[in-house]
């Protein structure tokens, strides 16, 4: 039986192999998913270069960002057809553009947020959404900055006007999102609740500036928050934990207060009545990055924003755990297990 497998494995990977020849067809690496599941189903195999369309872009990928959305895409929670490469984000160089393109060129190096097959060596991206990486930035930093930064960019602009000496409450502050939303709130002179599970976590988000630190899985958040704000409660809440977190919220916010809900890595919030917000007129916003890229010059002006942060050094990039591509399992089931800090990369290639 086992030699049976051996023999048709064997088979479909020499007619593979001649096509590639007879046909000219590059070949690469990607990691792909057949079937939704755990970590295990991320599988390396050989696949065929793409080739650009028509106001595409061939980029070579030097570095790929983990999300926490992939994992919420790999275990089926957010469908996508099967099969497919994972990773929304990366950074690598222009390879060979399509017709029509007008906003790079071969040899450019870029980074984008968006498109789904970052975990592999080359991806097609439209090139209206690349985002030209100045010399200055690495490809690892290239491929941390953009879904995650224009995310914190997001909701730090579109959702409640942030004043100096404003409580705003980051869930998950040592996290990718976590610490970038804390280092531009305190740039603007905000008071930064943050929460966490461990004191590693806390020492990291302290670090990069959060003014009080709750370890939400031993400690009361609403009840510190409270003491934190005289008894008000924090003016602003920033929730992309969701299930253990929301309903806990919606105590820890002052009256006319904002959440803004973002994302679920608990799992997703419980359902809500609306009329239970009159009680204290909370405003509750619902978060998500790929409705506030609508134009390019939005995608340029929040991209820009953030790397203007990081020109000037008050926004930093903690990329705290590198794998290579083909490690892409441990990289998920750190970030998974709730054991990352930061921003989780895959490098790709040299
Ligand atoms: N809607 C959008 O536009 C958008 C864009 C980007 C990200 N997001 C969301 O933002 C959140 C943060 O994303 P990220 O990529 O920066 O991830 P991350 O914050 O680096 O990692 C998730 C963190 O969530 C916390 N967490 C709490 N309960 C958890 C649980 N049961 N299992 C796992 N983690 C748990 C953990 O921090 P502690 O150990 O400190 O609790 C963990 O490190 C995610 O929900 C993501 O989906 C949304």
């Known amino acids: 039986m086992c030699i049976y497998i051996l023999l048709i494995y064997l088979h479909q990977k020499l007619l593979f192999t001649v096509a590639s020849l007879l046909f000219e067809e590059k070949i690469m690496k990607a990691i ?13 195999q050989d696949l065929p270069q793409p080739k650009p369309g ?46 029509g393109v007008t906003e790079v060129v071969v040899g450019d190096r870029v980074a984008y947020a968006g498109t789904m097959g970052s975990y592999a060596e080359f991806n ?25 930064g224009m995310t914190a960019h997001y909701l730090l602009h579109e959702y409640y006007p942030i004043k100096k000496g404003d409580h705003v409450l980051v869930h998950a502050a040592a996290g990718g999102v976590g610490l970038l939303l804390v280092q531009w709130l305190k740039y603007w002179g905000a008071t930064i609740i943050g929460t966490v599970s461990t004191e590693t976590k806390a020492n990291i988000a302290r670090e990069a500036g959060a003014t009080h630190l709750i370890r939400y899985t031993e400690q009361d958040f609403v009840e510190q928050t409270k003491a934190l704000t005289d008894g008000k409660g924090a003016d602003y809440i920033i929730d992309g934990v969701g299930k253990s977190t929301f309903d806990h919220d919606l105590e820890a916010v002052r009256y ?20 239970s917000l009159q009680t204290k007129s909370i405003t509750l916003c619902g978060g998500s990055l790929f409705n506030y890229l609508n134009t390019r010059e939005e995608l340029l ?50």
């Open 256 to 275: 006319r207060g904002t959440i803004c809900l973002f994302g679920s890595s608990s799992g997703p919030a419980n359902p809500l009545a609306p009329n």
């Open 301 to 350: 002006k929040r991209a820009n924003d953030v790397l203007q942060g990081l020109r000037e050094g008050w926004l930093k990039l903690k990329i705290d755990h590198v794998f290579p591509l083909e490690h892409a399992i441990q990289a998920q089931q750190l970030l998974e297990g709730r054991q990352s800090t930061g921003k989780v990369i895959l490098k790709i290639g040299d």
């Open 54 to 99: 028509p106001g595409e872009a061939l980029v070579r990928l030097k570095a790929a960002g983990l999300n926490f959305i992939d994992i919420y895409i790999r275990s089926g929670r957010y469908a996508r057809p099967l099969p497919h490469t994972p990773g929304l984000e990366g950074a690598g160089i222009v390879e060979a553009i399509g017709d």
């Open 124 to 148: 097609l991206i439209k090139a209206a959404n690349l985002i030209p990486l100045p010399n200055e930035i690495t490809f690892e930093q290239g491929a941390a900055f953009p879904l995650q």
């Open 32 to 44: 792909r998913i057949t079937k939704n599941g755990d970590a295990s189903v991320l599988e390396l």
